[in-house]
């Protein structure tokens, strides 16, 4: 598809994820109203309240005074805390347009509902969502530390606090948005010239994703054990308001986190265990279908495809966690879908180079022509 066929369902798609988060930052406040607890229990209102909160004007959690100065001095502190929030928010809801704009523009370009390409368009733009969410928390992150008044007080933990907290409700805006967009984007390639699935020698493919996988395996598997990943948190030292930089090293760097089963259940263990095969299942299963969906695999669509595999298995595995354990005959229902949305910074990390490792295994196995991979 063109990018002039492409702009508009891209634009579309951009806009409605941003008026959905909008929207649900808008509601934020409603949950501290009166009678709020005669529909949610206590649990998930504070519950749904967290998922809100980094998407709402409503409430910056900054100090609303200037210090011991009081009187003028508390207000002007206060007006510059607010100032900077609103700042903080606007420059966020801004970049996630941006960045799912570009993500959109070019998943929807490379790959075009049509021809049996409809399914896989959905997932990519859906899993793209709480990539943008993630990438737009990330930039706006100083200035909303800023806002709280204490900025250079360990500022890398805040800083992935900050990153870690746009939550499920990207997912659930991600979806709506994918639901509406492809659509739109089949209505623009109705006319566009036939571009079918690419023939890939399968043992190419098997061989692209298997090295793709290895690289998200990686993280997975062998980072994201205990003792690895207590290391990577704590071996890091620093000075200054660039220390302790374990917290933000944990957010780009670890899919997960898991341990021998010790005390554990065997059954337990194994079971959680189940959702990182399956998130390795996806991946793997994503990345032998990728490049034949690709209507040209250029290293930029493999790897933005490889990005949402690897939040796509993310998502699947989260719901098998949620579906086996107890969390929400505890919590509440609210609180089943609470992880969603979890690991997407490393996700991003490893599944860059995860498409670039697909890539560069298929051009040397021969799986496609010899073009220009930057092209």
């Known amino acids: 598809m063109s990018y002039r066929r492409a702009v508009i369902p891209a634009l579309v ?3 409605l994820i941003t008026l959905f988060l909008w929207w649900a930052g808008a509601s934020a406040p409603a949950l501290q109203l009166r009678g709020t607890t005669n529909v949610f229990d206590v649990q998930s209102a504070a519950e749904l309240q967290r998922w809100l909160t980094p998407w709402s004007y409503g409430s910056s959690g900054a100090p609303m005074s200037g210090g011991p100065g009081g009187g003028d001095t508390a ?10 929030y609103n700042t903080a928010m606007q420059i966020r809801f801004v970049a996630v347009f941006a960045f799912f704009l570009a993500g959109a523009l070019l998943l929807i370009r490379r790959i075009p509902p049509a021809h049996g390409r409809t399914p896989a368009t959905l997932l990519a733009l859906w899993a793209w969502g709480p990539v943008a969410g993630t990438l737009a928390v990330t930039v706006s992150a100083p200035w909303l530390i800023a806002s709280r008044g204490h900025g250079s007080y360990r500022f890398l933990p805040q800083l992935a606090g900050v990153i870690a907290s746009s939550g499920p409700i990207t997912v659930f805006a991600a979806l709506l ?8 984007a089949r209505i623009t390639a109705k006319d566009a010239d036939p ?5 890939v020698p399968p043992r190419a493919a098997r061989l692209a994703a298997s090295t ?18 207590a290391g990577i948190q704590t071996s890091f030292g620093g000075g200054g308001l660039l220390s302790e930089p374990g917290d933000l090293l944990r957010e780009w760097l670890l899919l997960g986190g898991w341990t021998t089963p010790g005390t554990t259940p065997l059954g337990d263990w194994l079971l959680l ?3 990182d095969v399956l998130l ?25 495809g490889a990005v949402c595999a690897t939040v796509l298995g993310l998502l699947v595995s989260q719901v098998l966690r949620t579906a086996t354990g107890d969390t929400a005959a505890v919590w509440g229902p609210v609180y089943l879908f609470s992880t969603l949305g979890g690991g997407v910074p490393a996700a991003l990390t490893f599944g860059l180079a995860a498409g670039a490792t697909a890539l560069l295994t298929l051009r040397w196995a021969g799986g496609r022509d010899t073009d220009d991979v930057s092209r």
């Not at 207000?75 to 900077?84: K, R, V």
């Not at 571009?195 to 023939?199: A, E, K, S, T």
């Not at 793997?284 to 969906?293: A, E, F, N, V």
């Open 195 to 199: 571009v079918p699935m690419r023939q």
């Open 273 to 275: 265990r189940a959702a």
């Open 75 to 84: 207000l002007s502190g206060g007006t510059q805390y607010a100032d900077l």
């Open 280 to 304: 390795l299942a996806v991946v793997w299963w994503s990345l032998r279908l990728l490049p034949g969906l690709l209507t040209r695999a250029s290293l930029p669509a493999m790897a933005v």
């Open 212 to 229: 793709g996988t290895a690289v998200i395996a990686l993280s997975l598997v062998i980072l994201s054990y205990g003792s690895v990943a």
């Open 13 to 15: 798609g951009s806009l």
């Open 177 to 184: 948005t994918a639901l509406l967009t492809v659509p739109v």
